[in-house]
């Protein structure tokens, strides 16, 4: 079952910030957030990933709130390779797997 | 994705024909995994090895069997094709066993059909 709920589309502009919002309310206290990407016909990219602090790094920030219930995916300046469905996820079990569900299918507009 | 090769890209098979999947890291990661996704849907885990010498079954294993070779390869095979197993087949790697909070590596994936 999936832990995750996320919008099935987002549209964003070329140059502006993504912001893509990830609900994970029964989300437990030792659980990460990761985040990955599917690009059109290839494997999932790894972007980030946080337990509670606001994370940063060169594809993407990750905010989660204080009480870890939600989250968001910011990717700064989208382009137009940033087109994308964009899985959130929380580590299911003892650690082995991804649990991978529908995401949320960004197009970034010219 | 660097580091992950899948082989072959794209294969047809008839029903009831066997073949078998490879995947190669060049990571030195412990913790191999085959998913399958079908269309308009998220990733399955089928089987998964946390090092080498174990592998364990995951949520979709019937159908498949796998082979850790060494730390670097791990094989899928399907023993007898169906057209159910028609999917994308993606190999991915972790650093470690037991380790929570290690994000996985993909390789691009195998397109398998089956008649």
């Known amino acids: 079952d999936a832990k995750t709920t996320q919008p099935p589309s987002m549209d964003c502009a070329e140059g502006r910030a993504a912001n893509l919002p990830c609900n994970h309310s029964t989300i437990s206290g030792n659980e990460y957030v990761y985040w ?27 905010i989660i709130t204080e009480d870890r219930k939600s989250s968001t995916l910011i990717l700064p300046h989208a382009t137009l390779r940033d087109t994308a469905v964009y899985y959130c996820i929380v580590r299911a079990g003892y650690g082995q797997n991804f649990v991978f569900g529908p995401g949320t299918r960004l197009s970034v507009l010219p | 994705n660097a580091g992950v090769t899948q082989t072959p890209k794209f294969q047809v098979l008839k029903t009831g024909q066997s073949m078998t999947l490879q995947c190669a890291q060049d990571m030195n990661h412990n913790s191999m995994y085959w998913y399958r996704q079908d269309p308009g849907m998220g990733l399955r885990l089928i089987y998964y090895s946390a090092s080498e010498g174990t592998t364990d079954k995951g949520e979709v294993p019937n159908g498949y069997n796998v082979s850790r070779l060494n730390k670097r390869e791990f094989s899928l095979r399907l023993e007898s094709a169906a057209p159910s197993q028609t999917s994308v087949y993606f190999c991915a790697t972790g650093r470690g066993s037991g380790i929570r909070n290690q994000p996985q590596h993909f390789g691009d994936g195998t397109r398998l059909s089956i008649l």
Do not use: C, F
């Not at chain 1, 990219?45 to 940063?56: D, V």
């Open chain 1, 36 to 62: 990955y990407r599917q690009i059109h016909s290839q494997g999932p990219q790894y972007i980030i990933h946080g337990l509670k602090n606001n994370e940063t790094n060169e594809m993407a920030s990750l």
